[in-house]
């Protein structure tokens, strides 16, 4: 797996690896080696994951990859489309969290992070508290651990001082976050920015 020094977008593909205890090679590029890797890249941009040779590029196509061969993309065609519905919807919420992510000036980035939480964080939350209610179960969907678990498990991280308002998913992030596999991983992953 290859991506810059940061969890961003290849976070839940080591989420799924951690989940599945299969052992990767996690290469992190300095943004100082990204011009000269970029061109090598099928579409100019990270995370790639190279499997035996041939490389997979994007980063929810090597997401449904690993969890189609980890077995965390639901048990049926039914359970494998509701997944993917959230993953497409957190992609919605990402997008909008980006420029809040790659912003450097301190005292602007708490700024933008009261417009972030007002306009995408709230309606977020309040949704897949309600997602989760009706879900009847632990997980988001079906009965077992899936690929949208660790997905919104991930996002909730970035809102981690506001899910204690929302006490299922208060208690959703952290059961995830205590599975001996993701805790292990979250434990030694390395300290970032994003």
């Known amino acids: 797996l290859t991506y810059f020094n940061g969890r961003g977008r290849a976070e839940v593909i080591r989420l799924l690896f ?20 970029k061109p090598k890249t099928p579409y100019g941009h990270v995370p790639i994951l190279n499997v035996s040779g041939k490389i997979l590029a994007e980063s ?9 061969k ?4 639901g048990g049926n065609e039914w359970e ?13 919420v990402w997008l909008k969290m980006l420029p809040w992510i790659h912003e450097e000036n301190s005292s602007k980035k708490d700024e933008m992070f009261d417009k972030l939480v007002k306009k995408t964080a709230t309606p977020f939350l309040e949704q897949y508290e309600k997602f989760l ?9 079906g009965n077992k651990i899936s690929l949208a678990d660790l997905a919104v498990f991930n996002m909730l991280n970035y809102f981690s001082k ?13 059961k995830i976050g ?16 994003f």
């Not at 980890?70 to 993309?73: G, K, N, P, R, Y």
């Not at 506001?162 to 952290?174: H, Q, S, V």
Request: charged share 25%.
């Open 18 to 37: 951690a989940q599945a205890n299969v052992s990767y090679d996690d290469i992190r590029i300095n943004k100082s080696d990204w011009p000269a890797i």
């Open 162 to 174: 506001l899910t204690p308002k929302y006490p299922k998913l208060n208690e959703f992030a952290t």
């Open 80 to 92: 494998a489309a509701k997944i993917d519905e959230i993953i497409c919807n957190l992609e919605d």
């Open 70 to 73: 980890f077995d965390l993309l």
């Open 133 to 141: 209610v009706n879900s009847h179960g632990p997980y988001f969907i």
């Open 60 to 68: 929810h196509a090597i997401e449904r990859y690993l969890a189609r």
């Open 178 to 193: 205590q599975m001996p596999k993701i805790k292990a991983w979250i434990d030694k992953r390395p300290d970032t920015n």
